[in-house]
């Protein structure tokens, strides 16, 4: 069953019946809508509820979750604006579905936002699987990430990530306290199966102590 309770983002939400799995936050990337991650969301968590936003940027017609002055550039003032919008949008959905403190699951722009998010607004997600994402910040907030649960996946021929930068991510999520796994893959920026397994093995592994104290 899908439902779409009027909330501040277009967006789909995807029940299910065991509340105990914890949801998933689907963020996607540039030019993709609400309906993009649903598949992945549920290969990678197959009991979980998921909730997926449509961000509100649009670049061409293309929806995003924040304005960039160039690829790999970012409008910062507009990050963070989006970051705290989407935190927002997090308090009200959980209110609407009864959910606690998704896992945010991003890829490319919504892994970028998510990262943002993470640093800016940390009580609003349990942890995050990251791919393909980058520095959304130049200079990282102060932020307590303790113990949340964080996996990048980059890869090691990404035309728009370069790898130093994924490696200054993982840094910064680190040093805010995040247990963070940041793996390389031998892919470009798309999605592979590997992405899809490595992050099915990291929510099934994900401690239940750490999402239950979300
Ligand atoms: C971004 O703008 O967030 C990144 O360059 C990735 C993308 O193209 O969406």
Same mark, same amino acid.
């Given at each position: 069953?899908?439902?779409?309770?009027?909330?501040?983002?277009?967006?789909?939400?995807?029940?299910?019946?065991?509340?105990?799995?914890?949801?998933?936050?689907?963020?996607?990337?540039?030019?993709?809508?609400?309906?993009?991650?649903?598949?992945?969301?549920?290969?990678?968590?197959?009991?979980?509820?998921?909730?997926?936003?449509?961000?509100?940027?649009?670049?061409?017609?293309?929806?995003?979750?924040?304005?960039?002055?160039?690829?790999?550039?970012?409008?910062?003032?507009?990050?963070?604006?989006?970051?705290?919008?989407?935190?927002?949008?997090?308090?009200?959905?959980?209110?609407?579905?009864?959910?606690?403190?998704?896992?945010?699951?991003?890829?490319?722009?919504?892994?970028?936002?998510?990262?943002?998010?993470?640093?800016?607004?940390?009580?609003? %997600?349990?942890? !995050?699987?990251?791919?393909? =994402?980058?520095?959304? &910040? $130049? #200079?990282? @907030?102060? +932020?307590?990430? *303790?113990?949340?649960?964080?996996?990048?996946?980059?890869?090691?021929?990404?035309?728009?990530?370069?790898?130093?930068?994924?490696?200054?991510?993982?840094?910064?999520?680190?040093?805010?306290?995040?247990?963070?796994?940041?793996?390389?893959?031998?892919?470009?920026?798309? %999605?592979?199966? !590997?992405?899809?397994?490595? =992050?099915?093995?990291? &929510? $099934? #592994?994900? @401690?239940? +102590?750490?999402? *239950?104290?979300?």
């Amino acid at each position: 069953m899908t439902a779409a309770t009027e909330l501040s983002f277009v967006h789909r939400f995807e029940p299910v019946a065991d509340r105990n799995a914890p949801p998933l936050l689907l963020l996607h990337g540039t030019g993709g809508d609400e309906n993009d991650l649903i598949g992945l969301g549920r290969m990678v968590a197959p009991d979980a509820a998921l909730l997926s936003p449509r961000g509100k940027v649009l670049e061409g017609g293309m929806p995003r979750f924040f304005r960039r002055l160039a690829e790999g550039v970012f409008d910062e003032d507009d990050v963070k604006r989006r970051a705290n919008e989407l935190a927002d949008f997090i308090g009200e959905g959980r209110a609407a579905y009864g959910l606690p403190a998704p896992i945010a699951l991003g890829f490319s722009n919504g892994a970028n936002i998510a990262a943002a998010t993470l640093l800016l607004r940390p009580e609003t %997600l349990a942890g !995050a699987v990251l791919i393909r =994402a980058m520095v959304p &910040l $130049a #200079n990282s @907030p102060a +932020a307590d990430l *303790s113990g949340k649960p964080v996996l990048i996946l980059s890869g090691s021929m990404d035309p728009m990530v370069p790898q130093d930068n994924a490696a200054r991510l993982a840094a910064s999520l680190r040093d805010a306290g995040a247990a963070v796994e940041h793996r390389v893959l031998p892919a470009g920026h798309g %999605l592979s199966q !590997a992405d899809v397994a490595l =992050a099915r093995g990291f &929510l $099934a #592994n994900m @401690p239940r +102590a750490i999402v *239950s104290a979300a």
